[in-house]
Every structure is written in C-alpha cells, then in structure tokens.
C-alpha cells in the first residue's frame, strides 16, 4: 500500500482518511525553529464532498488513494447505469446512481464530462459548465410578452426542471449553467 | 502581449518590497558599522552538519572524483562564526542564506536569509538590549518588547510549569483548553514532552500572548538547549540560558550564551544521532572542525540568529514569506 508523508504533502494529492480518498485542499506547517513540525491540513472528502481538518505530527504517513481523473464523454443510461468513454483510449465506464449524482440532470449524449476514479471504479462525475438542452414541455407564455420579469417552470430533454423566462416555449434549446442548475440564455 | 502576472518566472516580492528589502540591508549595515562589529562571510557548505533531530539539512555530494565526500548546505551560520570567534574573538556579524530541508510553509522557505551575530562580554539580557535596538532602527515604530521567562510564559497561559510536566501533562492541558491533539501524538506517554511542548507553545501559549508587540521568552527547557550554555533560573532550577524572540506568535530570532565546554557539546552532538537513529533518522557527520575551534578556546560570548525574511515581513505587512522572496521554492 503506497503511503505518503508529511513532506510530500501538497494541495491535490489525494490520500485515505477514515477509509474514505481525500483530496488536499490546504496544507500549513507549524515549526518552531528547532523544534518539531506538525502540518495543518485542510482536506476535501472526494466520496462525500465535505471539508476536513486533521493535524499530523509531520513524521506521521498516510495510505494513498487511488484517484484517476478522466476526461469522458456520456454515452448512454441503460436505466440501471450511466455509461462513459475515454475519448482517446475509447475506455468504457459504467458509473451507478450514487456516483452519477446530480449530473443526471443534465447528460445528452455526448457531454463532455470529468469521471474521478477510485481504485478504477467511478467515484463522481462532473457535468460540463455548461449544457444545451431541449425544452420538452412548459406553459406557452403571453403573446408580446418579451422582457417582463417573472418565471415559469420548464422541463429540459433530460428530464431536468428549470426556471425559465415567460416567454420561452416548448422546443426552445437553453443553455443552462449546470453548477447553479440555472438558465443562463437561448442556445 | 498579455501579461500573466501569475506566470511562474516571476518574481512573487513587489518591487516594493524588494526595494525595501535593500534598504532593510543598509540599515542593518551602518547599525553594526556604528557599533564596530565585524562582517564576516563564511562558507555555506560544510563537511559536518546540526545533528539536531529537527533539522534536516540538505546535503551534496560532489561527483566525478574517485573518492566522494557528503557535503551539506548549512541550517545556519554558527559552526563557522565560532571558529572565528575561537581564532581571533571579535564582534561579527553574518548577514546569510541558510537551508531547512522540509521546511515549507506561510513562515517557510527552505533557502532562507538569516542575520546572526555573536558578541563577546556581552550576557543574555545585554544581547536583548542590542537586538531591541536594531529592530527599533529597521522598523522605526515598533511596538513594545516585553521579557518573561518560558516558565513564566506557560504558568501564566497554560496553567502548568514546563520545566517539569510530563507529556501526560501536557496532554491533560491541550484538553482542557480544547487544542487539537495532532496525530501521531501517542497517549501512552511514549511522545517526547518536548514535542508536547512545543505544540502547545505554538497553539497556546504564544497565541496567549499580546499579539501586536515583541515578547522575548528566556531560559528553556535543559532538553532544548541546543548549543546554549546551562545555568540556574531565579528558582534554582537548572535551564539553558536560551531565548526566543517572537513577535505575537511570528518566530523572530533565536539565541544563546554559547557552549563552550568541548565535551558536553560533543556528547549533545552524539545524543542527537542516537535519537536520529531511534527516530530511523539520517545520521549526520558532527562537525569536527568546530569541537577542535571549542578545544582551542573561544571567548565568553552570546549569540543570536534573526530571520531577516521575517523581520521583513514584519515591515512590509506580510502575511506570507512569498510575498518578500523573489523566487520561493516553487519558482527556481
């Protein structure tokens, strides 16, 4: 089992904490001039996305994990799994409902997505920034109603639900911000 | 032509503080001119090393030879400075880059500039006094000094006396005042109390203190004496006649009356690598050279080594070392 120590420790190296794979997002020494060193680390938890803060004695190791990140494209969902392939390699991946998360929202064939790996299976996928979806149903808005506020509801190709404009209608393609789940404009 | 100031073949000091760095230097010149100390320039490499198990110095060895010998870069000035002291014993002043391996962080670089100077006849409040008055002219407003004895510093913050706590001691007092334990810090006593000691220092005691002025702490622990002289404290207890500078938690200078006793500094020498070994450790080649300076005699004297990067930082408002390098460790 590959194990780092304190010396090696740098943001973005990802290690095991609690058997989850962390990633480091800060890393402080604390070392008095000839004393001992300990280092203040601040981690993100890749399984369960959350922030930690541990403190090592820095002649202290810990596990490395097994991280790959990939850039995939999304192929299909075969109502159980979400299928992904390396577009160089043309590697495939089946990433389950856990690991897929809210990026189910907005995957159309071919998405440009980001799959992290743990031990060679799918830990979480990142949609693309942005996404150009397909307005299947909504409200049909007020004739000349162009630049009112106000909002209506709208479902997207995928399934997705977003706010959108009055006066956008059915079969309008929107370009939609996955990271806020907003509409941003029409595609 | 776009300019990426975040392009790593740029310095990551302003101009500003590179200029104010130089001045910084010129200033502390004409201070030890005025005051007849001696500027020295002395080697960085080095064929013995601190064997101190918490420094790690970084070493070289030169190639294409027949025969190759392990050279190390030094962790500070101080072996050579005390054999000039032992040959001809007058004031000096080194104004050098010196290299921590390991050693990287907000208040780290690993190649860094110290000032350190050794003065015969002076004692260690006497030394205070000068260190006070250079700081007074680099900084030209400074906030108070004040002086407190690392007993005194930890009895009146952390509620125990460090001379002679144990680790579970220690222990007992970082949960009390709900400090992080760090890992690797063991509970069935096997950790040394100095480390204990030195988290909470960092994480207590000096966060107890007034943080918007300069506190020298005075006579350490016997265990932490590096290369200081041993003497009674006011309460008879044996101590290193050792002080630290700090400005509220910010590590400024470290300093000593200088051991001079040949024997004792080459036990201390072989002491440390047997905790080297302990520890799995490197061994380092002790300094020859400097116990033969020591046989010969070196005057009475004390000694401090400040880090100029620091007091720099102190001048210019910085909140990372980065920001007074030209090229930390990541952009040579």
């Given amino acids: 089992m590959a194990s780092y120590n304190t010396n090696d420790f740098k943001n973005g190296l990802k290690v095991i904490l609690d058997g989850d794979p962390c990633s480091i997002t800060e890393n402080i020494l604390v070392k008095p001039g000839k004393g001992q060193a300990f280092n203040r680390v601040k981690f993100k938890n890749l399984k369960t996305g959350r922030t930690l803060e541990r403190t090592f004695k820095s002649t202290e190791s810990v596990e490395a994990a097994d991280i790959e990140e990939h850039d995939v494209e999304y192929l299909y969902n075969d109502g159980e799994f ?40 799918p830990l979480s996928i990142t949609p693309p920034n942005f996404v150009e979806l397909e307005v299947t149903q909504t409200d049909p808005g007020l004739k000349g109603d162009t630049a009112q506020g106000g909002s209506k509801p709208a479902v997207l190709e995928t399934g997705a639900e977003v706010k959108v404009p009055l006066f956008i209608e059915q079969g309008d393609v929107l370009k939609i911000d996955t990271r806020t789940g907003e509409y941003v404009s029409r595609a | 032509m776009t300019i990426d100031r975040n392009a790593k073949w740029r310095p990551t000091a302003s101009l500003k503080a590179i200029k104010t760095r130089a001045r910084m230097l010129k200033s502390i010149r004409a201070f030890f001119d005025e005051r007849g100390v001696l500027e020295l320039e002395t080697p960085l490499f080095a064929t013995g090393a601190a064997t101190e198990p918490n420094l790690s110095s970084f070493c070289s060895g030169y190639p294409a030879t027949s025969t190759q010998q392990t050279l190390y870069l030094n962790t500070s000035p101080e072996f050579a400075m005390k054999r000039f002291l032992a040959a001809y014993g007058e004031p000096a002043y080194q104004i050098c880059k010196s290299f921590r391996a390991d050693e990287l962080g907000p208040n780290h670089n690993p ?73 690797g810090m063991a509970d069935d006593g096997s950790t040394d109390v100095n ?39 006011e309460g008879g207890r044996t101590v290193a006649a050792r002080f630290e500078l ?19 500094q080459r ?66």
């Fill in chain 1, 82 to 121: 979400w299928h992904f392939m390396e577009p160089e390699s043309y590697n495939q991946h089946a990433a389950g409902a856990i690991a897929v998360g809210d990026a189910a929202k907005w995957l159309k064939a071919q998405a440009a997505c980001v799959m992290v790996l743990w031990n060679g299976a």
């Fill in chain 2, 111 to 183: 190649e860094f500039t110290l000032l350190e100077w050794y003065r015969p006849g002076l004692c260690m409040f006497e030394l205070m006094d000068e260190i006070e008055q250079l700081i007074m002219r680099v900084l030209q407003n400074p906030a108070g000094f004040t002086r407190l004895s690392y007993a005194d510093a930890f009895i009146q913050v952390a509620g125990f006396d460090p001379h002679v706590a144990t680790a579970a001691d220690c222990r007992r007092c970082a949960r009390k005042f709900g400090i992080e334990i760090p890992v």
């Fill in chain 2, 246 to 264: 700090y400005y509220g938690e910010l590590e400024l200078a470290n300093g000593f009356v200088e051991l001079r006793d040949t024997d004792e």
């Fill in chain 2, 195 to 233: 480390d204990w000691l030195d988290w909470l220092l960092t994480q207590h005691v000096l966060p107890g203190l007034r943080q918007d002025s300069f506190t020298f702490l005075h006579d350490f622990p016997r265990t932490q004496s590096s290369l200081a002289e041993l003497h009674q404290d």
């Fill in chain 2, 267 to 332: 036990a201390r020498f072989e002491h440390d690598n047997k905790v080297r070994s302990r520890n799995g450790q490197v061994l380092v080649q002790i300094d020859d050279y400097l116990l033969a300076a020591l046989r010969h005699g070196m005057p009475a004297c004390t000694g401090v080594a400040l880090g100029l990067d620091r007091l720099l930082m102190l001048l210019c408002g910085a909140a990372d070392i980065r920001e007074v390098l030209m090229f930390p460790w990541d952009r040579i």
